[in-house]
C-alpha cells in the first residue's frame, strides 16, 4: 500500500499513514450499474463534518477528524490491493451464530483460552447478556456508546492475529527456503479487513484515555502470546480465531436485534461513515449503521470460516481461498460468503 506522508493534526498523524482510505481498484462496470459508489479520491471523499461522537471524553468544539484526507495535493487517491467482494443483502441476511465442536484437547484449548477471554472483554465493555425473562432489567440494557465500546476493543484486538500469523508464515518461508502455498495474503488480508472494522467505528467515536490504555495493554499482551503460541502450534491458533469469530458474530448479531427492536434509538436513520460506504461499496438506500453491522458480521462470519478451515490442514496444504479447483462447478471455499460453512470446511473436502 502507498505511504504518504501526512501533515495533518498529530491526533490523525499517528494513525493515517496505514489507515488512509481505500480506493476501490477493479470497480466493475456491474457494480456502477447497481448504483455502487464510484472509488474514492481526494476529489470525491468527503469527511462528513460529525456533530457528534456517542462515546467521547472530548469537548465537542475539540473534535476533530481522526484521518482527514492527506495534505499531499500531486496525489488523487491511495489504492489498496485488498478489494473487499461484494457481499448481496440476501448473503448476508443468511449468516448465523454457529459453533463448531471441539474433538480434541487442541481445540478444548482454544475454546477455553477463548471462554476466559470472553469474560474479560464482557468485564471491560461492560457488556452482560440477559437470561430469558431478564430482558427488561435496566442493568443489562446495552446503548449505542456502549457497543461501540465493545466494538473497538473487539476490533483492535481482532486485527492482531492474522498479522502475526502471516507474518510467522512469512519469516519461515524465508528461513526454510520453502514456499508458503498461498496462506499469508489471506491472513493479512484479515488483519486489513479487521482494520477497516476498528477504522469504521472510530467514525463514529471518540475512546476516553482509559480505553486507549486498554487497548495499549492488551495489544502488547496478546501479540507476543499469540507470536509464541503460534510458534508452538498454529492449528490451535487459527482453532482460536475460529472460536473468537464465534464470539464476534454473536455480539453482532445481538446488536442487530436490538437495533432492529428499536432499542438503539441512535442508530434507526443514522448513516454509515463515508469510508465504510466505500470499502463494502454499500449500495444506494442501504447505508445506514443497521446495513453497516450487516457486513462487519458477514465478514466475522467469514473469518470464521477461514480459521475453523486452516484449523483443519496441514501446514503445507494450499490455502483453499486461493487455490484455482480442477472441477469448479463443486462448491469450494472462496472470497466471498456465497459458500459460506459456519464450522468450516474438512481437508478431504477441500485438498
Ligand atoms: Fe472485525
Ligand atoms: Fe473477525
Avoid at 17 to 40: H, N, R, T, Y
Avoid at 109 to 135: C, F, I, N
Avoid at 194 to 215: A, C, G, Y
Wanted: a positive charge; proline letters at 7%.
Amino acid at each position: 500500500m502507498s505511504l504518504l506522508v501526512s501533515t495533518a493534526p498529530i491526533r490523525a498523524a499517528s494513525l493515517t499513514k496505514p489507515c488512509l482510505p481505500v480506493a476501490i481498484q477493479g470497480f466493475s462496470k456491474a457494480a456502477a450499474a447497481k448504483g455502487l459508489p464510484e472509488p474514492l479520491s481526494a476529489k470525491t471523499y468527503q469527511h462528513p463534518a460529525r456533530s457528534h461522537r456517542l462515546f467521547s471524553s472530548t469537548p465537542q468544539h475539540q473534535i476533530k477528524d481522526y484521518f482527514p484526507p492527506p495534505d499531499a495535493p500531486r496525489i488523487r487517491e491511495v489504492e489498496t490491493v485488498w478489494v473487499h467482494p461484494v457481499y448481496t443483502d440476501e448473503q448476508m441476511r443468511h449468516v448465523t451464530i454457529a459453533h463448531r465442536q471441539a474433538k480434541d484437547w487442541s481445540d478444548w484449548v482454544a475454546l477455553g483460552t477463548v471462554r476466559v477471554l470472553r469474560w474479560g472483554m464482557d468485564l471491560v465493555s461492560g457488556y452482560k447478556h440477559p437470561k430469558p425473562g431478564q430482558e427488561g432489567d435496566p442493568k443489562f440494557q446495552m446503548t449505542e456508546s456502549k457497543w461501540l465500546t465493545r466494538y473497538i476493543f473487539l476490533e483492535s484486538v481482532a486485527g492482531v492475529p492474522g498479522m502475526v500469523g502471516g507474518m510467522l508464515r512469512h519469516l519461515r518461508s524465508l528461513r526454510r527456503m520453502k514456499r508458503d502455498n498461498g496462506w499469508i495474503e489471506t491472513l493479512l488480508e484479515e488483519a486489513f479487513n479487521e482494520r477497516m472494522h476498528l477504522l469504521t467505528f472510530m467514525k463514529l467515536s471518540e475512546p476516553k484515555w482509559t480505553m486507549r490504555l486498554l487497548v495499549l495493554g492488551a495489544q502488547g499482551v496478546f501479540f507476543n502470546g499469540f507470536f509464541l503460541s503460534y510458534l508452538m502450534s498454529p492449528r490451535t491458533c487459527h482453532r482460536f480465531v475460529g472460536y473468537l469469530e464465534e464470539e464476534a458474530v454473536i455480539t453482532y448479531t445481538r446488536s442487530i436485534q436490538e437495533l432492529e427492536a428499536g432499542k438503539l434509538p441512535h442508530w434507526e436513520n443514522e448513516q454509515a461513515p463515508e469510508i465504510a460506504i466505500q470499502y463494502w461499496k454499500m449500495p444506494e438506500g442501504q447505508r445506514t449503521i443497521k446495513d453497516l453491522l450487516y457486513y462487519v458480521r458477514a465478514d466475522e462470519a467469514k473469518h470464521r470460516e477461514v480459521n475453523h478451515t486452516l484449523s483443519n490442514l496441514q501446514q503445507m496444504d494450499p490455502n483453499p481461498y486461493t487455490a484455482k479447483y480442477k472441477d469448479p462447478s463443486k462448491p469450494h471455499p472462496g472470497k466471498g460468503i456465497e459458500n459460506l460453512r459456519a464450522t468450516g470446511w474438512e481437508r478431504d473436502e477441500v485438498i
